[in-house]
Structures are given as structure tokens and as C-alpha cells.
């Protein structure tokens, strides 16, 4: 039986595939994913995945930049919404996790190590991580200056914890296949405020 499938336009039927790279690579890790798999879950040929990205490793770039592309969007809003830069970390602190929640197969596909056997993706990857760092850093900055945590702080510690606490949530709830990550991460990141040394008369919450 001959395989159709609604026609796209380039830049459509890439992140069709990106998306079912993901999905699949979620479900058995992205060693066993083939695109042969991947042409199946979307509904075309093997012909039409290689007539978008010329080999596999190419689709996992994509999906990296896809990850990255959309995560920092939702940073970006979130950290935008802050009434100060503590506000706007606690809004990408729980942006983030909400952004893992909507995408539950991105932790396998992360820690699978896959991706970072190929020295683009992994350059991609620590890029993407120096950029996110450098934004908390900022934000830790601007907090310090205005008195709200400890005046001795290291920015950039501070900021590569934060973020290592985020990887650390989601590595943890992943592993023991837990579904409560907003509350567990509710938890950690009140630990870290005080950890910087931010005291405020009440509880900082979501709008």
C-alpha cells in the first residue's frame, strides 16, 4: 500500500519530523530510532525524510535547535513577566519545568548521551547552556544591585546551580518515573533562594 500524506511546505515537514524524532526517541532512545521509523509515525516515504535532512545526525541537530529555539522563547517570556529579577527567575525556574511537562520525551532523548557523541550537537548543546547561564547570571546580578540577596554572591555559581538544579529535577523525576515535578520543583526552589540569601516578607508565587 503506497504511503500519502497531506503535502507540507519545507519548513513545516522538517518540524513534523523533528517532532516525531522526539516522540519516538522518547519512547526506545534515539540509538533504536531509525528513519525509517520516523517516515512511518508521519506518514510518508524514507525518500521524503532524506529530501529534508540529508542524514540522521542532521535531524538530531534539528531537533537540538528545535529544543533550543522554542525552550528559550519560553525563557525569555517568562523572565519578561518578572516584577523583579528574582520574580523572573522564579518565572523560568517553573517556565522550564512546565516546558519539560509539555514535552516528556525530551528527558530520555537528553540523557541518553546520544547527542553528545556528535561534536555539533554537543557544541549546539553547550552553547545553548552558556547562553541560558548567562541570563540567570544577569538576573542574579541585577538582584545583587538592588539588595535582594547576599551582596558576596558569585553570580555565575549561583547561575550554574540554578540551572544544574533544573537538570538535576528533571534527571531525578525522569529516573523514578514520577509525575510531580511542579511540586517537587516548588520545593527545591525555595532551598535556593535561600541558599543566595533572599528573604522576602511573603511567599514570591505565580500570577
Same mark, same amino acid.
Given at each position: 500500500?503506497?504511503?500519502?500524506?497531506?503535502?507540507?511546505?519545507?519548513?513545516?515537514?522538517?518540524?513534523?519530523?523533528?517532532?516525531?524524532?522526539?516522540?519516538?526517541?522518547?519512547?526506545?532512545?534515539?540509538?533504536?530510532?531509525?528513519?525509517?521509523?520516523?517516515?512511518?509515525?508521519?506518514?510518508?516515504?524514507?525518500?521524503?525524510?532524506?529530501?529534508?535532512?540529508?542524514?540522521?545526525?542532521?535531524?538530531?541537530?534539528?531537533?537540538?535547535?528545535?529544543?533550543?529555539?522554542?525552550?528559550?522563547?519560553?525563557?525569555?517570556?517568562?523572565?519578561?513577566?518578572?516584577?523583579?529579577?528574582?520574580?523572573?527567575?522564579?518565572?523560568?525556574?517553573?517556565?522550564?519545568?512546565?516546558?519539560?511537562?509539555?514535552?516528556?520525551?525530551?528527558?530520555?532523548?537528553?540523557?541518553?548521551?546520544?547527542?553528545?557523541?556528535?561534536?555539533?550537537?554537543?557544541? =549546539?548543546?553547550? #552553547?545553548?547552556? @552558556? +547562553?541560558?547561564?548567562?541570563? *540567570? &547570571?544577569?538576573?542574579?546580578?541585577? $538582584?545583587?544591585?538592588?539588595?535582594?540577596?547576599?551582596?558576596?554572591?558569585?553570580?555565575?555559581?549561583?547561575?550554574?546551580?540554578?540551572?544544574?538544579?533544573?537538570?538535576?529535577?528533571?534527571?531525578?523525576?525522569?529516573?523514578?518515573?514520577?509525575?510531580? =515535578?511542579?511540586? #517537587?520543583?516548588? @520545593? +527545591?526552589?525555595?532551598?535556593? *533562594? &535561600?541558599?543566595?540569601?533572599?528573604? $522576602?516578607?511573603?511567599?514570591?508565587?505565580?500570577?
Amino acid at each position: 500500500m503506497s504511503v500519502t500524506k497531506q503535502r507540507l511546505n519545507s519548513e513545516d515537514r522538517q518540524e513534523e519530523i523533528i517532532r516525531a524524532a522526539i516522540d519516538l526517541a522518547g519512547d526506545r532512545g534515539p540509538d533504536e530510532v531509525t528513519t525509517q521509523d520516523m517516515a512511518r509515525a508521519i506518514g510518508v516515504t524514507q525518500g521524503a525524510i532524506f529530501r529534508h535532512f540529508p542524514n540522521k545526525d542532521m535531524i538530531w541537530m534539528g531537533v537540538v535547535h528545535w529544543v533550543r529555539g522554542r525552550l528559550m522563547t519560553v525563557v525569555d517570556a517568562a523572565a519578561g513577566q518578572g516584577k523583579d529579577p528574582i520574580d523572573s527567575l522564579q518565572r523560568i525556574f517553573y517556565a522550564h519545568l512546565g516546558f519539560v511537562e509539555k514535552h516528556p520525551a525530551l528527558p530520555r532523548l537528553l540523557l541518553s548521551g546520544h547527542l553528545l557523541r556528535n561534536p555539533k550537537v554537543r557544541l =549546539l548543546i553547550q #552553547e545553548t547552556l @552558556r +547562553a541560558y547561564e548567562e541570563k *540567570l &547570571r544577569d538576573l542574579l546580578a541585577q $538582584a545583587k544591585a538592588e539588595q535582594l540577596i547576599t551582596a558576596d554572591l558569585q553570580e555565575a555559581h549561583a547561575a550554574s546551580a540554578l540551572l544544574s538544579l533544573i537538570q538535576g529535577l528533571v534527571a531525578r523525576i525522569y529516573l523514578l518515573d514520577q509525575k510531580r =515535578l511542579a511540586e #517537587e520543583g516548588g @520545593r +527545591a526552589f525555595s532551598i535556593y *533562594l &535561600r541558599g543566595i540569601g533572599y528573604s $522576602a516578607p511573603e511567599k514570591n508565587g505565580q500570577d
